[in-house]
């Protein structure tokens, strides 16, 4: 009986080990855990679906044009599931701009958001912003929406 316990511990131990290699760019380590912090304080548990993916990077293979350029994407495996969130190299050049980019790709991940909430409203979960320093001038009220009004949040307390 002792050996079959202790057989079962180190499978349990090697497969959480396992899962747990997610990349996180350092870049991107900042943002990250101020927004999973947010989560928490939401009460929204990220763990396990943090220690899903396979990494969390800045790419330089989202598409670039003068016509519209892809900031950020959640990447998805064969079957459909995420196994990356990544933030276009270009959304590096204003710290504002990388900190909104994230926290979108973040939302659609974390916050459980499957579509944007408009084209181009001025919120963090728009398709495009006409200008990003009128979110981040909002910051604290844009964040209060974007957390209230994810499916995640919606979910847990029974709103719609």
């Known amino acids: 009986m002792k050996k079959l316990l202790t057989l079962a511990v180190v499978l ?12 996180i760019d350092g870049r991107l380590q900042p943002l990250l855990t ?25 790419v330089n293979t989202l598409s670039v044009s003068e016509k519209g350029s ?32 994230a926290f ?8 459980e958001y499957a579509t944007h909430v408009c084209d181009d409203c001025g919120q963090i979960m728009a398709v495009v912003n006409g200008s990003y320093f009128d979110i981040i001038r909002d910051w604290d009220r844009q964040i209060e929406l974007l ?9 847990q307390t029974g709103g719609s």
């Open 12 to 23: 349990i131990s090697s497969l959480t080990v396992t899962s747990q290699n997610v990349h």
């Open 34 to 58: 101020e927004f999973l912090e947010l989560c928490t304080s939401y009460n929204i548990d990220t763990h396990d679906k943090l220690f899903k993916l396979n990494s969390i990077d800045i």
């Open 70 to 101: 892809t900031l950020g994407m959640l990447r998805r495996d064969a079957e459909g599931a995420v196994e990356a969130i990544d933030i276009n190299w270009m959304a590096q050049l204003d710290p504002e701009i990388l900190r909104i980019v």
């Open 104 to 111: 979108h790709e973040f939302a659609h991940y974390f916050l």
């Open 147 to 155: 957390f209230e009004e994810s499916p995640a949040f919606l979910k």
